[in-house]
């Protein structure tokens, strides 16, 4: 489960400030099943069942959630950015995008966003794309995703391209992109469903280098909802 910041200070420490969630109303007739702070740079992983909402709160502005999941029922199911892309004729996903698996099989649905045009083309950062790209050795999505797989028996193979929640990836006319500033302000979320049963994971990304993070990796929400009376 998530790296959750430690409510408990040491003796003789200061506590660090805790962000303050936003007042986000629930989706409607659903309930709130669980809700955790995952530190900068942490990681976070669960199954969820179908019918049940995941939301993401990006509680300080442009902070990039790293996001993968599979069908629980056969992780080789596993989210394809190409297959979400061609299904959606676009390359961004935005409310009312499904999310679809290696065998083209529904996964997920964001229901609800106030943050335009989330990416799936960005990739995560790893050690070795960070060493090429800023010449530093450093925490990335790639470990964290890496870390949570494991603990649905998951490795390497499962680690494939993903979705960058909150990031800004902009296409120009001739081709070129580039992560640039996100639009993502303090309160942005977005609301997945699972379509099926899944295990989700997330990297909150550790990236100092680029403006992925606004060059400050901050904490995220996650909180998990089901359908009031379930
Ligand atoms: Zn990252």
Not at 28 to 49: C, E
Not at 112 to 136: F, K, M
């Amino acid at each position: 489960m998530a790296k959750a910041t430690a409510a408990k200070k040491a003796p003789g420490t200061a506590a660090l400030p805790r962000p303050v969630v936003p007042k986000i109303v629930a989706p409607r007739g659903y309930r709130q099943v669980s809700s955790i702070l995952v530190d900068a740079g942490g990681s976070w992983g669960a199954k969820l069942l179908k019918g049940q909402v995941v939301r993401f709160i990006d509680l300080e502005g442009q902070q990039a959630v790293d996001f993968l999941c599979y069908n629980a029922s056969d992780t080789r199911d596993r989210y394809n950015a190409a297959n979400t892309m061609k299904m959606a004729e676009n390359l961004y996903l935005n409310t009312g995008t499904v999310l679809y698996g290696e065998y083209a099989t529904p996964l997920m649905k964001v229901v609800a966003s106030n943050c335009p045009n989330h990416d799936t083309i960005g990739g995560c950062c790893s050690v070795e794309i960070n060493q090429l790209r800023y010449n530093r050795r450093t925490h990335s999505c790639r470990s964290n995703f890496l870390h949570e797989l494991g603990k649905f028996r998951m490795g390497e193979p499962d680690v494939v391209a993903n979705v960058n929640w909150f990031m800004s990836v902009p296409i120009g006319a001739d081709g070129h992109m580039a992560i640039s500033d996100s639009p993502s302000k303090p309160g942005a979320f977005v609301d997945v469903e699972a379509l099926t049963d899944v295990l989700a994971v997330i990297s909150n990304c550790p990236q100092k280098y680029n403006p992925a993070c606004g060059y400050n990796p901050t904490p995220v929400q996650v909180e998990v909802y089901s359908k009031s009376g379930r």
